[in-house]
């Protein structure tokens, strides 16, 4: 296999990659909610409506059933102590609110360790009902009792910290996490319009991985995993259907700012 490569072409297959070579898989799926747009961003401002095409309304069936490759072909490249982490939201679909936990069933073989809620400020607006602000990220471990969880490299401050009681005033970030989406003005904001925070990523590759290791990312888009990866002097190896956005992650990588 290739290392610090994106290949161009369906994850749905990765003979590139050989069984248990991987030890992370983090990755966030086409969501299947007609996104086909996307703006074209220029000196932080929005210079066109028509950007980078990204196109997800498959029939659900379909949907469901290349995730259900994907994951299959993840599982196989996973090494036995190797986690995977899985970011989905819920969707409306004919009106009616589907949950992503649907997934699991795909993921029998894995070991549910999290339901990590990724929590933000803005979005989802609607006057009929609740905003969504909210979407999961399910931790799965291969092994049920052994895998990387590199606590200490992600301990946030404690807001309640007592020198009496604690040893040290930092805690673990618990399964909410508040982390802003990728605005508009976000100096880490490219054409892609689905793009994940960079500072969510970096916290589960520190957590989940040591220096070196490799990880997956089968759903690249415009290559958020790769650019935390290597700053975090991991290996990263991934895939994504449209050159455009590996282009996009192509000069994010050269950049790589810090
Ligand atoms: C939600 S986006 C990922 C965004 C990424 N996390 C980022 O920060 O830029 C999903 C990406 O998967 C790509 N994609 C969809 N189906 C694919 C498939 N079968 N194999 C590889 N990539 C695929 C889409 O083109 C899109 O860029």
Not at 162 to 182: C, G
């Amino acid at each position: 296999m290739k290392l610090n490569h994106i290949y161009n072409s369906s994850s749905e297959d990765m003979r590139e990659i050989p069984d248990e070579s991987v030890d992370l898989m983090v990755t966030s799926p086409p969501y299947n909610i007609n996104i086909s747009y996307g703006n074209k961003w220029e000196n932080r401002k929005i210079v066109a409506t028509k950007g980078q095409k990204y196109d997800d309304k498959m029939p659900e069936e379909l949907y469901r059933l290349m995730l259900n490759n994907v994951l299959r072909e993840s599982i196989r490249v996973l090494k036995p102590n190797g986690s995977m982490y899985l970011n989905m939201k819920n969707r409306m679909v004919k009106g009616n609110l589907i949950s992503p936990n649907w997934v699991l069933d795909y993921l029998e073989k894995m070991h549910l360790k999290n339901i990590i809620i990724w929590q933000f400020d803005w979005g989802g607006s609607t006057n009929k009902r609740f905003a969504s602000r909210y979407e999961n990220i399910f931790f799965l471990t291969k092994n049920r009792d052994k895998w990387t969880f590199n606590l200490e490299d992600v301990m946030v401050p404690s807001v309640n910290y007592r020198p009496d009681r604690y040893k040290t005033q930092l805690k673990n970030p618990s399964d909410v996490w508040k982390i802003p989406l990728v605005s508009g003005n976000s100096v880490e904001r490219t054409e892609h319009p689905a793009q994940y925070p960079e500072k969510m990523i970096e916290r589960i590759i520190k957590v989940a991985t040591n220096e070196g290791d490799v990880v997956l990312d089968p759903f690249m888009g415009s290559g958020t995993t790769a650019l935390v990866s290597c700053r975090l002097k991991r290996k990263y190896i991934g895939y994504e259907i449209y050159p455009d956005y590996i282009d996009i992650a192509k000069k994010r990588l050269e950049q790589k700012i810090e």
